[in-house]
């Protein structure tokens, strides 16, 4: 069979799978409308019924382009095709009509290669426009044929950027897939210099495992943090693209509910507050708000005074201490302390010559009585106040940065010090979010748990209440449709229908929650993460289960990561992974020669990636002065508008026109233009980093605007005159 034929049969076989995938979600569209309307069924079951409709249908619906992007031929005669989700044959329901990349029969489809065919002759790759099938190549493996499986390849990386970063699920390379599909439960670390597709092979590996541990993954969901919202933005269409969408976006500056922290603190007070020596820091604060008084505190009780002496608040504050209880839930125990001694005090007093302790229920009368007067009365209440405050995290750090005195006490760098009323920054949300656990609930919190759970009861009782009539109603059934009902409904089983009726999305329902914790978490830009960062990720995935991005040759953050191990060693020590990716597929290798030179001036051991393409086109560059600088921006700016594609100006911070290259970081763009390179050199210690970021973000074209003599590892740019192409 010819080309022409061979296209044609592929073209209806993609219809057919088409006019399937069409057939289903009408199918799920009709469950999802009837599980609407439903009735005689309860509130709970409809609502999981019509969550689960709502999900086939998302899922069905991403596939409305690229359903099929494949196809893979053993040596048996076996075919299958290949795509983004399963489909199966109808009139065979065990037989895949649509292989789901996922799937471990899918896997030669990544890694199968002349060497090691895995049982495969070909592998064909489709090139399609919208829902048709436009061409294919075709890779046979042995001595059957050539090898043309880098087409689909080039074809994707060669394509104009859009908005957002797009799935890799039809081009996933051998490296990449291995890593993907790793069985490892833990902690494994991505690592990969620019353009090697580090992020997105994260976000598809987060898609294999929900794929392959649904059940245990989409109650959880999944937690991503990235650098900024820029790059949550452009990752954020990858994972509903492959059918998943019970994922949390989030920088590490709005971690915290109710917060979201955007300014950065000085290198040095970053670093001091990314430390862990912090948590001593804070855990000393915390015990300095639990005092012991100088002079004795007179409470006036009935007709005598009694006193809070520093022996009775060293006892209640040591009894509160070893409770193990949050410093705010400890003060029950403190005031528990104290209340029994200022009551047995008075009694004492006030029962003189005449109440014996032996008369057990007079005392105890007596004491009800004091307790009641000690609650109402503001001096004591005061006292209590002084003595163990209830505090929020955010009063009890902005009290300790503002005085000069408390960060002295608690072994603070005095540097921490600042004026009152200043913006809380992304390196203070870990220390929030640590006082949170020092602290717990503040008074305001206990008194909405207290009445949360006073609700629950009375749901119970109104759910008990519901029983009793219903089995009142059943004493004509059967022994057997007796059994049923009494053991199908209990009381907390109907109260908890009544609870689970929160109609907010997973992802609404986590970032409300400081509490929630995820059953898997990936960290992109991970080597900008301070220890304190880290502590606070840990927090949110108790099992561990985390997929680490980064690239130690481009960390700016003063309180960042100098090696994985610094990080993971004090939670996984041992039993982290770790895997590479060498192959560049974004930036060409003219660009990339370019930004090699200038890694090996700051890191001289690490190797640059090796580029998968080179494209033909040199970068330049171009002396401007200060005032030819607005006027070469715009230049370049129009030029680019005659390209489909994006483009980005970098420069420092406060430049007009420009973004600053960490605002950058993971983000890519058809054409970059670097301003004033040899300032960002200089603007401090991680300078050339920064620059080794902005340089790297170009797929297709980089051209470089400077007002001073090139740096030295710039010099080999081609120096244009008068124009910015």
């Known amino acids: 069979m010819g080309y022409e034929e061979e296209l044609q049969s592929e073209r209806e076989y993609v219809a057919e799978l088409y006019a399937r995938l069409d057939g289903e979600r009408a199918r799920v569209k009709a469950a999802y409308l009837s599980a609407l309307g439903g009735t005689g069924e309860t509130a709970m079951d409809r609502d999981n019924e019509v969550r689960a409709r709502h999900r086939e249908m998302k899922r069905l619906n991403v596939a409305d382009y690229g359903l099929c992007f494949g196809r893979l031929d053993s040596v048996d005669g076996d075919r299958s095709y290949i795509g983004r989700i399963g489909l199966f044959d109808e009139e065979n329901e065990f037989e895949p009509a649509l292989l789901d990349w996922r799937a471990p029969a899918a896997r030669p489809f990544y890694t199968a290669t002349g060497a090691t065919p895995e049982g495969m002759l070909r592998r064909r790759q489709f090139l399609t426009r919208r829902r048709t099938v436009t061409g294919f190549t075709d890779e046979v493996f042995g001595k059957l044929g050539e090898e043309q499986g880098d087409v689909a390849l080039l074809e994707a990386l060669n394509a104009p950027r859009g908005e957002g970063m797009r799935d890799i699920v039809a081009t996933i390379q051998s490296e990449q897939d291995a890593i993907i599909r790793l069985d490892h439960p833990g902690v494994l670390v991505i690592e990969g210099g620019p353009g090697t597709g580090k992020t997105v092979v994260a976000l598809h590996r987060v898609a294999y495992l929900m794929y392959t541990q649904r059940e245990r993954m989409e109650r959880h969901g999944v937690l991503v943090v990235g650098p900024n919202p820029a790059f949550l933005n452009h990752i954020g269409r990858v994972l509903p693209s492959l059918g998943e969408s019970d994922v949390v976006f989030s920088t590490a500056g709005s971690l915290l509910p109710g917060l979201v922290a955007t300014a950065e603190d000085a290198p040095d007070v970053a670093r001091l507050k990314g430390s862990r020596a912090m948590v001593d820091v804070l855990k000393a604060a915390v015990g300095a708000r639990q005092r012991v008084p100088a002079e004795p505190i007179p409470i006036g009780m009935k007709d005598v005074v009694v006193q809070i002496g520093a022996d009775v608040a060293e006892w209640a504050r040591q009894e509160a201490r070893d409770s193990g209880l949050p410093h705010n839930e400890a003060r029950a125990v403190f005031r528990e302390i104290v209340t029994y001694v200022l009551t047995e005090r008075a009694i004492g007093r006030i029962g003189k010559g005449w109440m014996s302790r032996s008369d057990k229920q007079a005392w105890e009368d007596m004491r009800s009585g004091l307790v009641k007067d000690l609650d109402d009365d503001e001096s004591f209440v005061a006292a209590l106040d002084f003595l163990w405050p209830i505090m929020t995290p955010f009063e009890l750090l902005g009290e300790l940065y503002s005085s000069a005195e408390a960060l002295a006490a608690a072994g603070a760098d005095p540097s921490l010090l600042r004026a009152e009323g200043e913006p809380w920054t992304i390196s203070d949300v870990p220390l929030l979010d640590e006082l949170h656990d020092l602290l717990g609930k503040d008074g305001t919190e206990q008194a909405d748990d207290q009445a949360a759970a006073a609700e629950r009861r009375a749901e119970a009782r109104y759910a008990a209440e519901v029983l009793d009539s219903m089995v009142g109603r059943f004493d004509h059934m059967d022994d057997e449709d007796h059994l049923f009902a009494s053991d199908m409904l209990f009381a907390e089983d109907l109260a908890e229908r009544f609870e689970d009726h929160d109609q907010r999305t997973l992802a609404e329902r986590a970032l409300a929650d400081r509490a ?50 610094q990080m993971l060693d004090p939670y996984v020590p041992g039993r982290w992974e770790y895997r590479s990716l060498t192959v560049n597929y974004r930036t060409p290798a003219e660009i990339m020669a370019v930004a090699a030179r ?81 300032r960002i050199l200089a603007g401090g210690p991680r300078g050339a980093a920064e620059l080794y970021v902005a340089l790297t973000r170009a797929t297709q074209r980089l051209g470089v605007l400077h007002h001073e003599a090139l740096p030295a590892a710039l010099s080999g740019l081609v120096e244009s005159v008068g124009t910015t192409s």
């Open 598 to 678: 200038v890694l090996a001036e700051f890191a001289p051991d690490v190797k640059a990636p090796d580029s998968v393409r080179a494209n033909g086109v040199q970068p330049w560059a171009r002396l401007v002065t200060e005032e030819e600088l607005a006027g070469a921006i715009e230049e370049f700016t129009k030029q680019e508008a005659e390209f489909e594609g994006t483009s980005v100006v970098i420069g420092l911070p406060g430049v007009p026109g420009t973004v600053p290259a960490a605002e950058t970081k993971g983000l890519e763009y058809d054409s970059v233009l670097v301003v004033a390179p040899e």
């Open 516 to 565: 929630w914790t995820y059953r898997h978490v990936v960290v992109d830009e991970a080597q900008e993460l301070s220890e304190m960062d880290w502590r606070v990720l840990m927090r949110r995935c108790p099992g561990r289960s985390f997929t680490v991005v980064g690239d130690l040759a481009q960390r700016r953050a003063a309180a960042g990561a100098t090696s994985w191990g």
